[in-house]
């Protein structure tokens, strides 16, 4: 089978492409390169280039006859994209526009999109499944539930069939030791901690410790990423296998606190981190954890690294190389 990958030279990305080459797939990779990395890349094909060139992806489809599409070329980072939002609805909304129109221009069915559980803004309820409401509250969280809508409008016209699979937190590394998180600048707590522990980094601040958990510090559910490809796999076999599109929350339904997160950091690498307590980071909610069970149910997914420190200790060995 042939797989375009957009947006395969990065963190999530790249996993996707070793996993799909290994069970047999044809991998195309397009990315423009601004968050990734070309060593990254463990395909032989690779296209630099701009998703929102009209004229390349006509030339990409036009040449080969993708099987589906996977789609990781998102900027990520919230802050930002309250600060500019013009660059979160041009890349993260337009731009899945062009190579959607692509695909239906060159009639290419399967789809797979990654989006987030920044859709659903402040939770109402807690663990969140599919149908809790969708209230993003910032650019980046809204752009991902407009592209989510225009995916079930382009699958009632035009027959495009989408799996919409909404990241929880996205972490640790390639089991194998070989990929793992580069983003530039650093955002996430689990690789910012570590390097506090290796000392690429004086410290870590906690960005608030008054929240309403048990600790004081916020909760996530921390899915690693190996799993979330898995995940991404048997969409795709099911997109082939006409069982559909459909929107699946990813993680593993346990949450962590930020400050069990350092706990195990500490256990796992044998390293003093320096914590520092800082302001609440405007945004966060306080407890963010998936209810999963439709993709375990309806997928087939079991997540392989629930254990924390499973995932820290391969985002470590990451860290170290
Ligand atoms: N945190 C710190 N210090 C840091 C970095 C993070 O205390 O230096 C805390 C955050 O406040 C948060 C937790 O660690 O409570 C996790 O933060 P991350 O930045 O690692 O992840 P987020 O939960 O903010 O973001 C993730 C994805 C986003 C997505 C969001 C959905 O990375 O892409 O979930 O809410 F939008």
Same mark, same amino acid.
């Given at each position: 089978m042939q797989v375009l990958i957009v947006g395969g030279a990065g963190y999530i990305g790249s996993h996707m492409v070793k996993l799909l080459c290994r069970r047999g797939c044809e991998v195309t990779v397009l990315d423009d390169l601004s968050a990734g990395y070309?060593?990254?890349?463990?395909?032989e094909r690779f296209v630099l280039g701009d998703l929102g060139d009209l004229s390349l992806l006509d030339k990409i489809f036009g040449a080969n006859h993708f099987d589906g599409v996977m789609h990781f070329a998102s900027h990520i980072q919230v802050g930002e994209s309250v600060r500019d939002p013009a660059k979160y609805y041009r890349n993260n909304v337009f731009k899945t526009q062009c190579l959607l129109d692509a695909m239906v221009a060159h009639k290419v069915n399967h789809f797979i999109f990654s989006s987030t559980?920044?859709?659903?803004?402040? %939770?109402?309820?807690? %663990?969140?499944?599919?149908?809790? %409401?969708k209230n993003p509250i910032n650019p980046y969280g809204r752009g991902k539930w407009m592209v989510e809508q225009m995916l079930e409008d382009y699958e009632v016209a035009y027959g495009l069939q989408a799996v919409r699979l909404r990241y929880f937190n996205a972490a640790g590394a390639d089991p194998e030791g070989e990929l793992g998180e580069r983003h530039e600048p650093e955002t996430h707590l689990i690789p910012l901690v570590l390097q506090a522990a290796s000392g690429r980094r004086p410290h870590i601040t906690v960005f608030?410790?008054?929240?309403?958990?048990p600790d004081g510090t916020c909760i996530r559910d921390y899915i690693h990423v190996a799993d979330l490809c898995e995940a991404h796999w048997l969409a795709l076999q099911r997109l082939w296998q006409g069982g559909g599109g459909g929107a699946f929350n990813l993680g593993n339904g346990n949450g962590f606190s930020v400050q069990e997160v350092i706990d195990v950091a500490r256990t796992v690498t044998g390293r003093e981190i320096v914590v520092m307590r800082g302001e609440r980071r405007p945004g966060d909610p306080a407890r963010l954890v998936a209810d999963s069970r439709r993709a375990r149910t309806e997928l087939g997914w079991t997540p392989q690294y629930a254990d924390l420190a499973t995932l820290v200790d391969h985002a470590w060995r990451w860290e170290t190389r």
């Open positions: 070309r060593d990254a890349v463990l395909a559980a920044a859709i659903f803004g402040e %939770p109402v309820r807690v %663990p969140i499944d599919e149908e809790h %409401p608030g410790a008054d929240y309403d958990t």
